[in-house]
């Protein structure tokens, strides 16, 4: 048969394997199939979610009564503030001899301790003063006798309205000073024995101490001195 085969088909049969080699070729030289991924049904991840919780309320938090807090506590009763009125005081000044005199002079208010001046009023031809606006609190009265050293006309000495009274002594540079004692004639001996070069006097005065002033009332005090 090969004889046959090369003797009278040749080319048929060379045609025939040239076919044959070259589809086994073709089917060697094939690439590998490219595997295809298909999708599947699994959920793909999603990104990372916040995870909000949501507040509950248990039973008893449900019922409970909301307690209320007052912003304002212990609040005061506000009270009334006492404000400080001014006052007044007024009298007559008279000496008494056989009857009384009109004494005309100057009235001086001052503090108890420091004797400093807080008001001054003179007196008129009736012997009347009046000191105003007073704040209240506890003052000296201040009746000034003379300003030099000298007992009135028709005196031997003057008299102070009582015990309770005491003599003062003022000098040029507002100093001043009190001394025990119910006459003029007792005030003038004292100021003669400060042997001071330096102090002159420039009033001799009856001092009545402790004078109550009392908030808005218009306070009336009546002096009066004896001449002897």
């Known amino acids: 048969m090969n004889k046959i085969l090369r003797g009278k088909s040749t080319p048929a049969v060379l045609l025939l394997f040239l076919f044959l080699s070259g589809c086994a070729g073709l089917q060697s030289q094939k690439a590998a199939p490219t ?3 298909l999708p599947t049904n699994s959920p793909t991840a999603a990104a990372s979610a916040t995870l909000t919780v949501e507040p509950t309320l248990t039973a008893e938090a449900a019922t409970a009564a909301p307690t209320l807090t007052s912003a304002i506590e212990n ?3 506000p009270t009334a503030i006492s404000l400080a009125k001014p006052a007044s005081l007024s009298g ?11 004494f005309m002079t100057v009235i001086e208010l001052r503090q108890g ?3 400093k001046l807080i008001g001054s009023a003179k007196t008129d031809f009736n012997g009347k003063y009046t000191l105003s606006a007073i704040q209240p609190g506890n003052y000296g009265l201040w ?3 003379n300003t030099r050293p000298l007992i009135p006309t028709g005196c031997r000495d003057v008299l102070l309205p009582s015990s309770d009274w005491s003599l003062g002594l ?6 001043s000073l009190t001394v025990p004692g119910n006459s003029l004639q007792k005030l003038m001996l004292i100021s003669k024995n400060i042997n001071d070069a330096s102090l002159q006097v420039k009033g001799f005065y009856a001092v009545m101490p402790n ?8 306070k009336t ?5 004896i001449c002897w």
């Open 35 to 37: 595997p295809v991924i």
């Open 75 to 77: 609040t005061a009763t």
């Open 92 to 102: 007559n000044i008279t000496f008494t001899t056989k009857s009384k005199k009109t």
């Open 113 to 115: 301790d420091s004797f």
């Open 143 to 145: 009746v000034l006798f």
């Open 170 to 175: 003022e000098y040029l540079g507002d100093l």
């Open 211 to 218: 004078v109550e002033i009392t908030s808005g009332t218009d």
């Open 221 to 225: 005090l009546d002096l009066n001195f």
